[in-house]
T-cell receptor, first 120, second 112 residues
Framework: EPEVTQTPSHQVTQMGQEVILRCVPI?????FYWYRQILGQKVEFLVS????????KSEIFDDQFSVERPDGSNFTLKIRSTKLEDSAMYFC??????????????????FGSGTQLSVL | GQQVMQIPQYQHVQEGEDFTTYCNSS?????IQWYKQRPGGHPVFLIQ?????EVKKQKRLTFQFGEAKKNSSLHITATQTTDVGTYFC????????????FGKGTKLSVKP
């Protein structure tokens, strides 16, 4: 089965440093997402991305965060100046399409294996 | 904001016992999805429920969506050690389907 791949699997950084988390979504998918999960907590939505622009973002996704699709395969999440509270597992996800019918039938998310970010 | 409450937070069962986790939303959901996360792993999609009162089965797993589309449950019959993991419900309130609101999850441990 096709997979979403994420690199690196672990990233350790100093507070205030910039980090870039990388993802390669499933090749024919069109919608891309970043979620994060603080240890032992629930999965939280950060941002969705379609057609080279942000579709939606949560309150967590402030000015320190940015996303980019620099080429046809990669999807990146950049944190400009990391804070201690940014320490979490960051999951990339993708879907082929989203249903726009009024019924609101969604499409399942394919998650990558995550990048564990530790900010010291 | 929109919240999905999930209980219990933890469940320890003996192998062969049944297990149920419940999710509740204060507002009507467009659809609800269920994911399983193995220890150290990533969420893996199990199922999606869309219709009011919908019931779906996958082998020993039974998923229900309430009539008011505000609550959902996952029931596992005769648990096995392979069922170990955290089960998350994730609600979609319409609009962007990717903006799923996850419950806190129920961590299931199964004693052989």
């Amino acid at each position: 089965e096709p997979e979403v791949t994420q690199t690196p699997s672990h990233q350790v950084t100093q507070m205030g440093q910039e980090v870039i988390l990388r993802c390669v979504p499933i090749s024919n998918h069109l919608y891309f997402y970043w979620y994060r999960q603080i240890l032992g907590q629930k999965v939280e939505f950060l941002v969705s991305f379609y057609n080279n622009e942000i579709s939606e973002k949560s309150e967590i996704f402030d000015d320190q965060f940015s996303v980019e699709r620099p080429d046809g395969s990669n999807f990146t999440l950049k944190i400009r100046s990391t804070k201690l509270e940014d320490s979490a597992m960051y999951f990339c996800a993708s879907t082929l399409y989203r249903d726009t019918r009024p019924l609101g039938r969604g499409e399942k998310l394919f998650f990558g294996s995550g990048t564990q970010l530790s900010v010291l | 904001g929109q919240q999905v409450m999930q209980i219990p937070q933890y469940q320890h069962v003996q192998e062969g016992e049944d297990f149920t986790t419940y999710c509740n939303s204060s507002t009507t959901l467009s659809n609800i999805q269920w994911y399983k996360q193995r220890p150290g792993g990533h969420p893996v999609f199990l199922i999606q429920l869309v219709k009011s009162g919908e019931v779906k089965k996958q082998k020993r797993l039974t998923f229900q969506f309430g009539e008011a589309k505000k609550n959902s449950s996952l029931h596992i019959t005769a648990t096995q050690t392979t069922d170990v993991g955290t089960y998350f419900c994730a609600g979609n309130y319409g609009g962007s389907q990717g903006n799923l609101i996850f419950g806190k999850g129920t961590k299931l441990s199964v004693k052989p």
